[in-house]
Nanobody, 126 residues
């Protein structure tokens, strides 16, 4: 029953906002750094954000910097991604992932993460 589950995706107009949630069961996110990834059809998976165990250090890809904000609520065992000023280019499946061995400052890659969610679809279109 170890699981990460993303939710909050959907269809929004350009310029709109969504908040994605990554809820954990079977693990306690207190002990993990969390990354958000996205993958559009025909493209490679892209890491867009990372938040440390403490929540005090975060990373953002240039493509989402100043528009997306990552946060965590360890009491709820949940990590969030607030997405503002959405663009059609943001259309993708969004995944969260957890790593127990790395800090965000290590810039962990795809294979450094221990747990993955199944993804939630975000579509930005008029």
């Amino acid at each position: 029953q170890l699981q990460l589950v993303e939710s909050g995706g959907g269809l929004v107009q350009p310029g709109g906002s969504l908040r994605l949630s990554c809820a954990a069961s079977g693990i306690t996110l207190d002990y993990y750094a969390i990354g958000w990834f996205r993958q559009a059809p025909g493209k490679e998976r892209e890491e867009i954000s990372c938040i440390n165990i403490s929540g005090g250090s975060t990373n953002y890809a240039d493509s989402v910097k100043d528009r997306f904000t990552i946060s965590r609520d360890n009491a709820k065992n949940t990590v969030y991604l607030q997405m503002n000023s959405l663009k059609p280019e943001d259309t993708a499946v969004y995944y969260c992932a957890a790593t127990r061995d790395y800090y965000c400052s290590d810039y962990p890659g795809v294979y450094d993460y221990d747990y993955w969610g199944q993804g939630t679809q975000v579509t930005v279109s008029s």
